[in-house]
């Protein structure tokens, strides 16, 4: 969750000061963002996280931040309420994004919740909830659902307790990644696959960003671009063929644009992996969509 205070703003400053720093290219592969409609669904408050279902055309997934029950919001690409589906058997904490991908079954897509909020950097570890996405139609609202059981994947950092509000899952390899928030240049985690279910994993430190603050990330469908913001900035980075998913973050960093949001939280790939959505806290928040400039 953001708060305002000189810390945030000391933060933000230095963010901008990486992103003049490092190599940065900015991207013409994106138009400019279009309102693709508001959120209207009164439960939607403090939308945190967002990502686009591979299986479900025209579906999107939506959590809030911390202090709502244990569930995600089916919406369809113009922002209306398809459907509730709250979790079985776990607890929000303070789940801060959401990632899809695959798991234990190859031919199944799996959510991911990442309850990785730490604004004190208090908790002694933190918790991934993975379960098995559902088949819905974005042209039949559903209502609610119930979802799970969730496996719980739970995971500590190396170098002691952060605050993060990205999570990652490679397609290819199903590693999770964890990008910290409070940082200058903020560190990325990584869980290798497979994941134990019945004791804590130890994350490995992998490597950083080349600017603070971040908030929100998604990778591609094919594993290939990774995507990640901060409220004021972001970008996305192409990995290398034949390596691990973070050894994108080695590379050129290109920038894409956002537009001015009241607190832009979320970002995420269309489900072709061409565009990207972003969406923001607070009540009725506009669902922008930036589409590629040719298709392909």
Same mark, same amino acid.
């Given at each position: 969750?953001? @708060?305002?205070?000189?810390?945030?703003?000391?933060?933000?400053?230095?963010?901008?000061?990486?992103?003049?720093? +490092?190599?940065? =290219?900015?991207?013409?592969?994106?138009? =400019?963002?279009?309102?693709?409609?508001?959120?209207?669904?009164?439960?939607? &408050?403090?939308?945190?996280?967002?990502?686009?279902? &591979?299986?479900?055309?025209?579906?999107?997934?939506?959590?809030?931040?911390?202090?709502?029950?244990?569930?995600?919001?089916?919406?369809?690409?113009?922002?209306?309420?398809?459907?509730?589906?709250?979790?079985?058997?776990?607890?929000?904490?303070?789940?801060?994004?959401? +990632?899809?991908?695959?798991?234990?079954?190859?031919?199944?897509?799996?959510?991911?919740?990442?309850?990785?909020?730490?604004?004190t950097a208090?908790?002694?570890?933190? &918790?991934?909830?993975?379960?098995?996405?559902?088949q819905v139609? +974005?042209?039949?609202?559903?209502?609610?659902? &119930?979802?799970?059981?969730?496996?719980?994947?739970?995971?500590?950092?190396?170098?002691?307790?952060?605050? +993060?509000?990205?999570?990652?899952?490679?397609?290819?390899?199903?590693?999770?990644?964890?990008?910290? @928030?409070?940082?200058?240049?903020? @560190?990325?985690?990584?869980?290798?696959?497979?994941?134990?279910?019945?004791?804590? #994993?130890?994350?490995?430190?992998?490597?950083?960003?080349?600017?603070?603050?971040?908030?929100?990330?998604d990778v591609?469908?094919?594993?290939?671009?990774?995507?990640?913001?901060?409220?004021?900035? =972001?970008?996305?980075?192409?990995?290398?063929?034949?390596?691990?998913?973070?050894?994108?973050?080695?590379? @050129?960093?290109?920038?894409?644009?956002?537009?001015?949001?009241?607190?832009?939280?979320?970002?995420?790939?269309? #489900?072709?992996?061409?565009?990207?959505?972003?969406?923001?806290?607070?009540?009725?928040?506009?669902?922008?969509?930036?589409?590629?400039?040719?298709?392909?």
């Open positions: 969750m953001q @708060k305002t205070s000189l810390f945030h703003l000391t933060l933000l400053l230095c963010a901008a000061a990486g992103l003049s720093c +490092a190599s940065l =290219a900015w991207s013409d592969e994106f138009k =400019a963002g279009e309102s693709a409609g508001a959120i209207t669904s009164p439960w939607i &408050r403090e939308a945190s996280g967002i990502v686009a279902s &591979r299986q479900n055309p025209g579906v999107l997934w939506v959590h809030n931040d911390s202090g709502d029950a244990p569930r995600v919001f089916a919406i369809d690409t113009r922002g209306n309420l398809v459907g509730i589906g709250t979790v079985d058997d776990v607890y929000a904490r303070d789940w801060e994004d959401i +990632a899809i991908g695959p798991g234990p079954d190859p031919n199944t897509q799996y959510l991911y919740i990442g309850d990785i909020g730490d604004n208090a908790y002694p570890s933190i &918790r991934v909830y993975r379960v098995v996405e559902p139609d +974005a042209s039949e609202p559903f209502g609610q659902m &119930r979802l799970g059981p969730a496996a719980t994947i739970e995971l500590t950092y190396p170098d002691g307790p952060r605050d +993060a509000e990205t999570l990652l899952v490679d397609p290819v390899t199903q590693d999770i990644y964890v990008i910290t @928030k409070r940082n200058l240049f903020c @560190k990325v985690y990584r869980a290798p696959a497979p994941h134990s279910l019945s004791a804590p #994993a130890v994350m490995d430190r992998v490597t950083a960003l080349p600017w603070g603050f971040a908030v929100a990330g591609s469908p094919d594993g290939r671009r990774v995507i990640v913001r901060s409220p004021y900035n =972001a970008s996305v980075w192409t990995c290398p063929e034949g390596e691990p998913l973070w050894q994108a973050f080695l590379g @050129k960093q290109t920038g894409i644009p956002l537009r001015s949001e009241p607190q832009g939280e979320g970002i995420c790939f269309d #489900a072709r992996g061409l565009g990207y959505f972003t969406i923001s806290e607070g009540a009725n928040p506009t669902l922008y969509y930036f589409a590629p400039t040719s298709e392909q």
